[in-house]
């Protein structure tokens, strides 16, 4: 998975078999996902796909960073707050669509989709692994840095460790998504937010 | 999977099933669980554990009920900050050995292993999701009256929701086995039940 040693790569191919493996999971799911047909698709032969990602597991985490790399960033718009829950709120909507991916429309199964799949992807090869903690890595360093300011401007308590706050938030919808498959709705978002912000002791017990 | 419904089975052999599986599971893994394996060592037909169990995922979900099931309960000693430290020491330290089930004792792999496969078995057959997702439900609940009973005694602020707070707590945990990789040792673990009950605002923006 590594992109930076071994022979130049046909990026042009690349784009192909991405894009059709991201119309294969979108429309069929994981189950969905095979890589014959999308080397088809692509008009690239097999074993050039299987040169590049030697699994499906492999195929599926390039199109979801793939998918990752094209969010809208964390805006800071000086309210952590309302930052926060924006910041939950588009995380929540880009889990909603990839957990979707390829059941109907109307389905209300709680089920995790893609979501779970990628994670257990994840969890099989070490590198597939790597390639997801970097992606999280990443992502997070933004909302690091709208946390850090705002306690640089005396929002948040001197102190506060941002990523022990992140991992609240973010830890908590993706629980929601991942485990109990309780609703993630906005409401509960902003509610989520007040919380990790405001803390659950009484006032005559906060430190 | 419903067991309240159907022909009256051998609880004997369905014991020897789910030991023979929990064995297979914790020695080799999630990919070394064989359903053919599983019914020579419990010495059943394989017709009798597919009737039961119809894949190995249906398996793998009811050797993890049967693992949680036989867990130490949620204890209340009346500080809460030390009783939720304690609970969730207690599942980092199941994560954990579910986590590294069938790998090498020395291995430093973040892999959240066979947590993400069940994770992933749940999402994939609905039936296998509401097992999973009535186990939480159950779990949760001696711990929301953990949370409940700290209320009234005014140590947490009234009007704490139980569930929002133990999603922050269980879904950091969660989150970091399942997603970042990054570790949950006892010193995390009191950190993050510390910010939840303090929370982030500094003093003079508290609520």
Known sequence: MDTSRGRP?????????LQAARQALLTAGYAGL??????????VAKTTLYRRWPTKDHLAIAVYADMLDQ???VTDTGDVRADLSAYLKQIAGALDSVRRAGRPAHDTDPSAGIVAELVAAAARHPDVGEVMRGLYRRRIRLAVELVERATERGELRAGTDPVLLLDQLAGALYYRVLITGAPVGDNYLERLVGAALDGA???KEQR
Chains 1, 2 share one sequence.
């Open 9 to 17: 790569r046909d990026s042009d191919a690349d784009r192909r078999i």
């Open 34 to 43: 095979a890589i014959d047909e999308v080397a088809r698709h692509a008009g």
């Open 71 to 73: 969010e809208v960033p």
């Open 201 to 203: 002791l009484s006032t």
